[in-house]
């Protein structure tokens, strides 16, 4: 018997008197006994807001990405431990690796994300500067910094390991601790995986708690500086999202909740053509992965109203050939639902649909599963056909959260996108289609509706990752029905554990805010040149001013016959003056950056490792014969990349003998942390 305990203020808390009793889906006795301890919500919101939190913002963002990599890979090295207890669940090996690999695979990708696109340092600096007044000396900028209390995730049963995880990636990345609390009903193997969490060591004291049961009155307490991350029923969304403290305090509230996904298989395709083949694969694998029990799974299947016999004959044919039963069964390919309520719900549901669709294949009264009880948890792959799926109501209300779906027969491209409006909001929609033109129609109807549109045809080769597979780097949420809320994303997932703020004031001022020199920030200058100082000697704001070069007409003839642009702008004085940019032949632009180097470089052997690369380059002015130009390099923010060097990034500009700013742009470099 497992028995999943709590982790509440730095201790472990095993089920109490009133602890509910966890019933296998696979063996229909009791497994686990999960919860039922009175809860010191106080304790764990103190533990959080004055213990966890505070350490957490003690680190930098590369150094909490940091901690998630190495949470990864301690994970990835005792996942076995996880997968074999993720039968219990009813889960296949092939399903729990949808869960625990794709849970390891987030912190990984949120690791990297953190160390590319978050400094180094303690706030986010979010768009550019708004210059507010004519002269630059009061400005305007975005940052965000951590929020300071509390992440509270309550998470589904159907992916007890990445549900924890992918919320927990981008909270811990922002620097906010979570309380996580999982479905009652596969709570022990997210259990089993936050421990892991807690024996690595490597989180600070009070970073992440875990309750094993009920939140008690945890949401009761929540305050302006919270979060609550919501995954589950929409009726239960409904609830909490309406709890009188979370309204009072305008506490962010995100739900991912239920969702009609559809499918589209686009017009354009024939029975013989790749995106059709495509169309039937993914519609299995979505069908019958994780016994259909994925937010993200295909419940409406939209095909051309001529094809729709066709296609329900090759998906019956296909869906009876899946083998189900017990998950750890030699040659089953789908498992059971969660829980023996999910049956019912599901069966129920699934009937709810029958009164509007036909059943293709499937069935709702009683089945065999392979080494498992038919009184167990099991269902088969169920597909209904709707002959008029306008007139119908409950196809597009009704999520049964099995291995059940419909397809829907359309008439044109409007007509299809109309149709998978009709969801209401859903997380995800695909199109099958090798026809650029569809997609964008569907797109331009349709994006609206839906969190995330994925469109695979015969060209996305093996890259395609699938309809139903959230990815860390794209957002994972919907509107409406789905919830209206957002997770993943890559960075945008972690602004939700984060309050922007509009900061205003003089160059200087925000400059030490941000960490980063500004236009108008004090200039800082150095004996030595800026090459020849490290990583750490470096300092923001460091400039060199160097001394003008004039620029001749041979260096223009030289430059275009030794490149090969030998453009009329540069060549051919008429034809230059009758272009409205130009007084008459001019300098190449990648002429001024060359002497630009050549002005500012320290030519000798020292920590500067490579040019890597230049942003926001503009050129601004016309540069001719006879004009002189000079240029300013500073320092404008430093980024550690590696245990030998950082990223050293400056702002260059090139100005004329009037004092006009001729370019400018931002130059990267690698440089060594030693000399
Ligand atoms: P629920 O909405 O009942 O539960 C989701 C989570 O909320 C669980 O952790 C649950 O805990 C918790 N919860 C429930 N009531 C409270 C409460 N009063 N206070 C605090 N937490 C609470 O969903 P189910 O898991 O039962 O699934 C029901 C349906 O939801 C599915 O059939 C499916 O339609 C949909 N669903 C959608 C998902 C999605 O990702 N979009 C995922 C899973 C389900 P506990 O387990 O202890 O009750």
Not at 402 to 413: C, E, N, Q, W
């Amino acid at each position: 018997m497992l028995k999943p305990e709590s982790f509440i203020a730095g201790a472990w808390i095993a089920p109490g008197a009133a602890a509910t009793s966890v019933i296998g889906p696979v063996s229909a006795t009791q497994i686990a006994l999960a919860g039922g301890s009175a809860l010191d919500t106080d304790a764990m919101l103190a533990h959080a807001r004055q213990v966890g939190g505070p350490a957490l913002r003690a680190l930098t963002f590369h150094d909490r990405a940091k901690i998630l990599k190495k949470l990864a890979l301690y994970i990835d090295s005792r996942k076995e431990e996880l997968y074999a207890i993720n039968g219990l669940t009813g889960a296949t090996r092939r399903d729990g690796g949808v869960d625990i690999e794709g849970g390891i695979g987030t912190l990984f990708v949120y690791a990297s994300k953190g160390r590319s696109g978050l400094p180094d340092s303690h706030v986010y600096v979010d768009g550019e500067v708004e210059q507010l007044g004519r002269s630059g000396a009061f400005l305007g900028q975005h940052i965000a910094t951590p929020l300071q209390g509390v992440a509270v995730h309550i998470n589904a049963f159907n992916f007890p390991v990445w549900g924890m995880l992918e919320k927990l990636a981008p909270t811990l990345l922002a620097g906010v601790p979570a309380i996580v609390k999982p479905a009652t009903q596969t709570c022990y193997l997210t259990e089993a995986c936050f421990r892991m969490i807690i024996e690595s060591g490597l989180l600070p004291e009070g970073a992440v708690q875990l309750i094993i049961g009920r939140t008690g009155d945890l949401l009761d307490k929540m305050g302006p500086q919270d979060v609550v991350s919501f995954t589950g029923s929409a009726d239960t969304a409904m609830m909490l999202r309406n709890t009188p403290a979370l309204i009072r305090n305008s506490t962010r509230f995100m739900s991912e909740q239920d969702s009609l996904n559809a499918s589209i298989l686009g017009p354009d395709a024939d029975v013989d053509s790749p995106e059709f083949a495509l169309f039937l694969k993914e519609a299995v694998t979505e069908i019958t992965t994780k016994a259909g029990q994925k937010c993200t799974a295909m419940r409406r299947l939209l095909v051309p109203a001529h094809l729709a016999d066709t296609v329900a004959a090759a998906l019956a044919d296909r869906l009876g050939q899946i083998t189900v039963g017990h998950p750890d069964a030699d040659g089953v390919r789908m498992g059971a639902l969660a829980s023996l309520s999910q049956k019912s719900d599901v069966l129920a549901k699934a009937a709810q649909i029958g009164t509007e669709a036909r059943m293709i294949c499937g069935s709702l009264d009683g089945f065999q599963p392979v080494d498992a009880s038919p009184e167990a948890a099991f269902i088969p792959p169920t597909l209904f056909q709707c002959d008029d799926p306008d007139a119908a109501k409950i196809i597009h209300e009704v999520e049964a959260f099995g291995p059940v779906s419909t397809i829907l027969p359309y008439r044109d491209t409007a007509h299809a996108a109309e149709l998978a409006n009709r969801g209401e909001g859903s997380l995800v929609a695909s199109v099958f289609t090798h026809d650029p033109q569809v997609a964008r129609e569907i797109t331009l109807s349709s994006a609206a509706w839906h969190g995330r549109l994925y469109i695979n045809n015969r060209d996305t080769g093996r890259e395609a990752t699938g309809h139903g597979a959230p990815m860390p780097h794209m957002i994972h949420g919907g509107p409406g029905r789905a919830g209206g809320g957002e997770e993943l994303g890559g960075v945008r997932g972690v602004m939700h554990y984060m309050q922007r703020t509009a900061i205003q004031g003089t160059p200087e001022i925000i400059s030490a805010i941000t960490g980063q020199w500004i236009k108008g920030a004090p200039e800082k200058s150095n004996p030595t040149h800026p090459f020849q100082r490290t990583f750490t000697e470096i300092e923001i704001g460091e400039t060199i001013h160097t001394d003008p070069r004039t620029i001749t007409m041979d260096d223009i003839e030289h430059f275009a016959h030794f490149t090969g642009d030998t453009f009329y702008a540069h060549m051919d004085e008429d034809a230059a003056k009758r272009n409205p940019f130009f007084p008459g032949r001019v300098a190449h632009g990648y002429l001024l950056l060359s002497f630009a180097a050549g002005l500012f470089v320290e030519p000798n052997e020292g920590p500067v490792l490579a040019n890597t690369g230049l942003n926001g380059l503009s050129f601004q002015k016309p540069v001719s014969a006879g004009d002189s130009i000079k240029v300013r390099l500073t320092c404008k923010r430093k980024t550690k990349r590696t245990d030998t060097y950082g990223e050293v990034a400056w702002n260059v500009t090139l100005t004329n003998q009037d004092g006009d700013q001729v370019a400018e742009y931002e130059l990267l470099t690698m440089v060594s942390y030693d000399r």
